[in-house]
DNA sequence: AAATAATATATTGTACACAATTTAATTGTG
DNA sequence: CACAATTAAATTGTGTACAATATATTATTT
């Protein structure tokens, strides 16, 4: 792509009514750039970003079902089953059936996926490199993509 | 913001020094509420948002190549050719060799694809709305995102 | 206790996202 | 002109994203 110094005029951008859509592209794009700068340093630990954000979760606090990782990552059972086997495969990650409710399954780290996250610690400092942005910068972005997220949700059956 | 169910703690939202993780998880899930918001208004049109976004493009400017709706959208021919072939079978676009250069594939929008700009003017009023934001404030926004997806691809090969 | 409802996960099917490879057409070079 | 290099799409294969449905387990109700 080489040169990134062209006009970004986004989609519509001569329109200043379509901010909204505007928008919406913006936050398409800007999220697929973000996971196409994860990749090659993903990669190396054998891992996708959506299998990564399960570990991070994990390793904040271990021995969740799959519904709890699910509400925590505004995912659904559909996306987690398959991607959770393919950690298990991966040795990273182990399912069990809880005794006390056989319809949850518990996802526990192995050895090999709690080490990861020591390895992981030098993935966040080059994607905050590759941001270009400061600390206060990220932080603000991230105080309002929360705000718009919460709205989006809780607008969601309104429309 | 009255009832926003869960605490919002974010990922690791406990260790300030994550902010970059932290954005990148809001980047992805906001991202992946704006299309959930999206898809029960396009698929009365019978579109999916990507479907959607190609449109937009087509309706700025007719008749262009593959690649350079690639271009426009950060997107590839892997995912664009089955894309539009789907287009196509609604009867939205026409695809046809350009004859100057049989390599390249001319996108052209159908009558039926023109007249589903005007029936989709109020999708975007009701994505404005459901964002609970202003129109400064989405603005903004926008600006942050094409900047940091700016940066994100300018530094893609650097790491 | 049997029937019913609710819950948790799994399965199926469609549609991206994207790397890697392939095919076909065009351009460049000797 | 012949032939390698380049370019534009298409194809293949893996991994989500998500709606709809199915299955199994637990809780409730009659």
């Known amino acids: 792509m080489t040169n990134t110094t062209a006009p970004d005029k986004s989609l519509s951008a001569t329109k200043v009514s379509n901010v909204d859509l505007q928008l919406c592209f913006a936050l398409y794009s800007a999220s697929l750039s973000m996971t ?8 190396k630990l054998k891992l996708t970003y959506p299998q990564y954000l399960v570990l991070l979760v994990l390793w904040e606090k271990d021995g969740m079902t799959v ?7 505004f995912s659904d059972s559909g996306t987690l089953t398959p991607l959770l086997k393919r950690l298990e495969k991966l040795g990273m990650i182990q399912r069990q059936r809880a005794r006390e409710d056989e319809r949850k399954v518990i996802i526990t780290l192995t050895e090999a996926g709690r080490l990861l996250q020591t390895e992981s610690t ?9 941001t270009g942005c400061t600390i206060t910068e990220l932080q603000a972005l991230n ?10 949700i809780k607008n969601l059956n309104t429309v």
């Not at 196409?36 to 990669?43: A, E, I, R």
């Not at 519904?67 to 990552?73: F, H, K, Q, T």
């Not at 030098?122 to 590759?130: F, G, K, L």
């Open 36 to 43: 196409k700068t994860y990749k090659p340093l993903l990669s």
């Open 67 to 73: 519904n709890s990782i699910s509400e925590r990552l």
């Open 122 to 130: 030098n993935v966040h400092s080059q994607i905050a490199c590759s």
């Open 143 to 152: 105080n309002q993509l929360i705000m718009l997220r919460t709205n989006l």
